[in-house]
T-cell receptor
């Protein structure tokens, strides 16, 4: 089946640094990718919709200058957490929609810990 | 924002029993999907049900959809300890292409 790869799976950084998380669709093209964050024992919250070649659409309450999203190609979207702080520590999950069959596939997630 | 509410929030059953989880949503949808998540891991897709379908089966899973009540249920029959996980419904609202997740049900199956 289709695979979505996220990298890194775990990252620990110091407060104030920026962290980039990659989301790749390995065997299909994805015009649309989604970024979610998940706090412990909570559900997934949609942060933004990433469209190839255009600006991302952010959900209400999500700071676009804080969470920079770039969808440079049909197989890659990146989420950059800028000037990360401990409250940004979370599990970030991406999903990609196959442009041909429309099905949605999820990555394994990236756990960010900001010290 | 989350549009799905799931109940119960937590469910603890004995191995071999059936587990039922319910999901309610607020707007018209194109389809609804159920996912499983083991602690600290990614999501595993279980089943997709479209808005014009009422019931689907996959192995020990049975999903129903009632669009008039804006609700869905997931039934796991003959549960196993390995079914212990969190279960989420996700809805694709009509006119959009994004999936919004429900609050989730934490299922614990005791051996």
């Amino acid at each position: 089946g289709a695979v979505v790869s996220q990298h890194p799976s775990r990252v620990i950084c110091k407060s104030g640094t920026s962290v980039k998380i990659e989301c790749r669709s390995l065997d299909f093209q994805a015009t649309t990718m989604f970024w979610y964050r998940q706090f412990p024992k909570q559900s997934l919250m949609l942060m933004a919709t990433s469209n190839e070649g255009s600006k991302a659409t952010y959900e209400q309450g999500v700071e676009k200058d804080k969470f920079l999203i770039n969808h440079a190609s049909l197989t890659l979207s990146t989420l950059t957490v800028t000037s990360a702080h401990p409250e940004d520590s979370s599990f970030y999950i991406c999903s990609a929609r196959d442009r041909v069959i429309g099905e949605l596939f999820f990555g394994e997630g990236s756990r960010l810990t900001v010290l | 924002s989350q549009q799905g509410e799931e109940d119960p929030q937590a469910l603890s059953i004995q191995e071999g029993e059936n587990a039922t989880m319910n999901c309610s949503y607020k707007t018209s949808i194109n389809n609804l999907q159920w996912y499983r998540q083991n602690s600290g891991r990614g999501l595993v897709h279980l089943i997709l049900i479209r808005s014009n379908e009422r019931e689907k089966h996959s192995g020990r899973l049975r999903v129903t959809l009632d669009t008039s009540k804006k609700s869905s249920s997931l039934l796991i029959t003959a549960s196993r300890a390995a079914d212990t996980a969190s279960y989420f419904c996700a809805t694709e609202a009509s006119g959009t292409y994004k999936y919004i997740f429900g609050t989730g049900t934490r299922l614990k199956v005791l051996a």
